[in-house]
Nanobody, 124 residues
Framework: VQLQACGGGLVQAGGSLRLSCAVSEGTFSSYTVAWFRQAPGKGREFVAAWSRNNNRPYYDDSVKGRFTISRDRPKNTQTLQMNSAKPEDTAVYYC??????????????????WGQGTLVTVSS
């Protein structure tokens, strides 16, 4: 499974940014694909995921209502639309594939394949 994230950049607080994760053929059928982020000096934290178990999106409370995850199956791409960005959203964002149970969908240890990160900087 291969994943490649892109779309990071600099955005002002309150602005929007769209991240994309290109995945190899067949990934969506077999794996949950999630977004994680890691801010300087902090651990990797869950942002959002599209579950292969029930074909639904899941969000961390910190981004719920602001971020939206979507998929374009023909293009093998998963997108994270970031709206109402906040300075605390500043981090390197990663997409990852795995087979977590729903109760562990936010656990990075459940994901075995990671793309390279893309940096998002939100200025205040």
């Amino acid at each position: 499974v291969q994943l490649q994230a892109c779309g990071g950049g600099l955005v002002q607080a309150g602005g929007s940014l769209r991240l994309s994760c290109a995945v190899s053929e067949g990934t969506f059928s077999s794996y949950t694909v999630a977004w994680f982020r890691q801010a300087p000096g902090k651990g990797r934290e869950f942002v959002a995921a599209w579950s292969r178990n029930n074909n639904r999106p899941y969000y961390d409370d910190s981004v719920k209502g602001r971020f939206t995850i979507s998929r374009d199956r023909p293009k093998n791409t998963q997108t994270l639309q970031m709206n109402s960005a906040k300075p605390e959203d500043t981090a390197v964002y990663y997409c990852a594939a795995g087979r977590p149970v729903l109760s562990a969908i936010g656990d990075p240890r459940m994901y075995f394949s990671w793309g390279q990160g893309t940096l998002v900087t939100v200025s205040s």
